[in-house]
């Protein structure tokens, strides 16, 4: 696939939001087969659509590029044949090296650029609060959904309520404003929904109720551990544009909930989801190549093992003397 193609894919992957890494060769040394510019996506579910080099660099970027994805924030990777070319390391803690196992040699530096979906920030109940939010929270990237009625679901923004089918929960966050009209309601469902905060425009004593009565019914304490009330900064708003601008400010002071990487995250739990369906790498035994054992071409069993090669010479060469690799 084409560098361009690759662009257009990842345009459109955007677009239905869907999460991925954008990988792309940004410089190499001879005699590597990789070129700059090459490039390729990585996706949640550990495949790779195009191509950024040979089979030893794939493995890399594949692992490399999930772990992009969990955090949320870019990083370079470099594979070279010894640590001296691993262009400056340890001043630069974005770069990751690894060792290039290819018969050919070379070296390769890999950008790794991921692209999560915008936040989605639901709002319950038609009031100055919400209003105000919803017209807050855009510029600050995030899409909005509207739910003025408790049967009402209507998406604004470009927001859908429902996440795209195959793509990982963007960070998904509500804010109940239903001046006491249908608040356990309005709470029960965005609980419902994942949404990694929920913060209820209300008093300390009517949070405290209708978390009671939600624990009453049965919702585990993990979601209810989200419900935030009142929500916002304690900062003395008195309008409803001071309590939104107070609400804003205490999600932007929680950025764990945009990366996904924060512990027992819906994110995160995704994150780990993507890491147990990408398998973990193989080493060829006769060069030390990483293989992915869901691609591998060349196996083969010995002893009641399964080993994987890079290559059908490494597999004839082990196959001629396992031992002289380490094989009982």
């Known amino acids: ?93 974005d770069l990751h090296a690894h060792p290039m196992t290819c018969h050919s040699g070379g070296t390769v530096e890999i950008l790794l650029e991921p692209y999560l979906p915008a936040p989605l920030l639901e709002l319950y109940g038609d009031s100055p609060v919400t209003e105000a939010l919803s017209v807050m929270a855009p510029p600050l990237g995030w899409r909005v959904a509207r739910r003025r009625e408790p049967d009402d679901a209507e998406a604004s923004d470009g ?41 209820l425009v209300a008093s300390p004593r009517r949070t405290d109720e209708v978390r009671r009565r939600l624990a009453g019914r049965g919702l585990p304490e993990e979601r209810l551990a989200c419900l935030v009330g009142p929500a916002g900064l304690d900062l003395g708003a008195e309008s409803p544009a001071e309590i939104a601008v107070t609400i804003l400010a205490q999600v932007v002071g929680r950025r764990e909930l945009f990366r996904g990487a924060g512990e027992g995250s819906d994110a995160g739990a995704a994150g780990a989801a993507s890491d147990a ?18 691609t591998a071409r060349f196996t083969l069993v010995h002893a009641d093992r399964e080993y994987f090669f890079c290559c059908e010479g490494c597999r004839e060469k082990f196959r001629a003397d396992p031992a002289a690799f380490g094989a009982s």
Not at 44 to 71: F, H, K
């Open 159 to 199: 927001a859908e309520v429902t996440e795209a089918e195959g793509s990982p929960a963007a960070a998904r966050l509500a804010v109940v404003a239903t001046m006491g009209v249908w608040d356990e309601s309005a709470v029960a469902r965005a609980l419902a929904s994942g949404a990694r905060y929920v913060g």
């Open 277 to 294: 369906r990408a398998p973990a790498p193989a080493i060829d035994p006769v060069c030390g190549m990483e293989v992915d054992p869901a």
């Open 1 to 93: 696939m084409a560098e361009h193609d690759i662009l257009i894919e990842a345009g459109e992957r955007a677009a239905r939001g869907h999460a991925f890494v954008l990988a792309t060769v940004v410089r190499r040394r001879a005699p590597s087969s990789a070129r700059p510019a090459q490039k390729a996506l990585v996706l949640p579910d550990g495949a790779l659509v195009g191509w950024i080099g040979g089979s030893c660099i794939e493995p890399v970027v594949r692992r490399e590029g999930l772990a992009t994805l969990r955090e949320g924030r870019p990083r370079r990777v470099v594979l070279a044949p010894d640590s001296s070319d691993t262009f400056s390391e340890g001043e630069e803690p």
